[in-house]
């Protein structure tokens, strides 16, 4: 038996006109996370959500709420994220000078920290924090756009990093985002993974619930 992979719901792929209770629809359909894409027009080329929307959708949910920073300087904006109700933030390594120093400052904000690495970065750029960090994103598209196809190469990245952190000892949650559909969550997520997130892949469907359950039972 595999582990029991947890689904989160991306908003990029919610209807923003009615996003309060596109949240509470994914959280009824059984939605594990919901997770926030953003995006600052630098770091990736599009522009998207910051600490406000987050904290507007905190009021209506009690689900975790799975902050991924795709932006420069994020050591400026952690404090905001985790103010606003982020249970988890996630930085990128590539756009993080000093990495060890930032998780740190993510935990003693008083979340979980996590490092998102984009499909070309090698998993030795997360080696060192191996003892701190709580999560590791492997972006499984390049990031900046919702609606992407999954990028086979990743397949072997993902196994070797399940390997790395059960090697560590630690409980490091093994997180993947982009192009994961039902028709290719078993292939490409297998036992290794702990979440998933899901954009259109959720938010793109009639049935929030059914869409849920063949990612999540995907085999």
Known sequence: MGRQRKIAPSI????????????????KAGADWIHFDVMDGRFVPNITVGPLVLEAVRKVTKLPLDAHLMIVEPEKYVGDFVKAGANWVTVHAEASVHLDRLLHQIKEAGAKCGVALNPATPLSAVDHVLGTV????????????GGQKFIESCIPKIRELRRKIDASGREIVLEIDGGVKADNIGRVAGSDVDVVVAGSAVFGQKDYGSAIRSLRNGA
């Open 12 to 27: 990029l792929s919610a209807d923003f006109a009615r996003l309060a209770e596109e949240v509470q629809a994914a959280e």
């Open 134 to 145: 709580d999560l590791i994103l492997l972006m499984t598209v390049n990031p900046g756009f």
